[in-house]
């Protein structure tokens, strides 16, 4: 299983890093923008932040195929390793094609329908990420539709593997994972969720002060 950070806070990156067992860091147009760095600053900081073994993952801009696979050979020649976020549009397809033959490692991205992923995964996409929250937003069923893809994928394209993406609970990751997803992508907030249990914190609060009262000291 992998899982990433949905981020381009760097400062965040590098305390989660320590905490939880981060695969990498994936991003988007929307995220490098709101984080207000150029792509091209923001992008080696990450690179450092996860270390020699993560994946870091950026997307094209360029609508139309020739544009995207120039940028994504851009993005390569600056981030030796990166994998390439692609859209799934008609455009995006041709390039997801073009690029598998050049050996640049892509993920069809705004994926809304399990047809349209197994399609970029046929196209020779290796990661696939389906939008969860967002189909839900759009009066869809985000966890069906991630199940549909992982038994198309299973049956149909096993050297692909979703990273599902857009989340707003832990809930809707766990069930991404209990339908056989391989890979999430987290927000920050959703990802410190997994650790924020009040009830946790009064439980070792009680310990300690049961252990204070009978000992009178905090270690063993």
Same mark, same amino acid.
């Given at each position: 299983?992998?899982?990433?950070?949905?981020?381009?806070?760097?400062?965040?990156?590098?305390?989660?890093?320590?905490?939880?067992?981060?695969?990498?860091?994936?991003?988007?147009?929307?995220?490098?923008?709101?984080?207000?760095?150029?792509?091209?600053?923001?992008?080696?900081? #990450?690179?450092?932040?996860?270390?020699?073994?993560?994946?870091?993952?950026?997307?094209?801009?360029?609508?139309?195929?020739?544009?995207?696979?120039?940028?994504?050979?851009?993005?390569?020649? *600056?981030?030796?390793?990166?994998?390439?976020?692609?859209?799934?549009?008609?455009?995006?397809?041709?390039?997801?094609?073009? #690029?598998?033959?050049?050996?640049?490692? %892509?993920?069809?991205?705004?994926?809304?329908?399990?047809?349209?992923?197994?399609?970029?995964?046929?196209?020779?996409?290796?990661?696939?990420?389906?939008?969860?929250?967002?189909?839900?937003?759009?009066?869809?069923?985000?966890?069906?539709?991630?199940?549909?893809?992982?038994?198309?994928?299973?049956? *149909?394209?096993?050297?692909?593997?979703?990273?599902?993406?857009?989340?707003? %609970?832990?809930?809707?990751?766990?069930?991404?994972?209990?339908?056989?997803?391989?890979?999430?992508?987290?927000?920050?907030?959703?990802?410190?969720?997994?650790?924020?249990?009040?009830?946790?914190?009064?439980?070792?609060?009680?310990?300690?002060?049961?252990?204070?009262?009978?000992?009178?000291?905090?270690?063993?």
């Amino acid at each position: 299983m992998e899982l990433y950070l949905d981020t381009a806070n760097v400062a965040e990156v590098e305390r989660l890093v320590r905490i939880l067992p981060v695969s990498g860091v994936t991003t988007n147009p929307s995220i490098i923008a709101a984080g207000g760095q150029s792509i091209w600053e923001v992008l080696p900081k #990450l690179a450092q932040a996860i270390g020699p073994e993560g994946k870091l993952f950026a997307q094209v801009m360029k609508p139309d195929a020739q544009g995207m696979v120039e940028e994504a050979q851009r993005l390569v020649t *600056h981030i030796p390793g990166i994998v390439v976020k692609i859209p799934v549009t008609s455009e995006g397809l041709v390039a997801i094609k073009q #690029l598998k033959k050049m050996g640049i490692t %892509t993920l069809g991205t705004a994926v809304y329908s399990a047809a349209q992923g197994l399609l970029a995964a046929m196209a020779g996409a290796e990661y696939i990420a389906p939008y969860v929250n967002r189909v839900d937003a759009q009066g869809g069923d985000g966890i069906r539709m991630v199940e549909e893809l992982q038994s198309l994928l299973e049956q *149909h394209a096993p050297n692909s593997k979703i990273l599902a993406a857009s989340f707003k %609970t832990p809930r809707q990751a766990l069930d991404c994972l209990l339908a056989g997803c391989e890979a999430i992508t987290l927000p920050l907030d959703v990802a410190q969720q997994f650790l924020a249990a009040p009830a946790v914190t009064a439980a070792i609060e009680k310990f300690e002060q049961d252990w204070r009262s009978a000992f009178g000291q905090d270690g063993l």
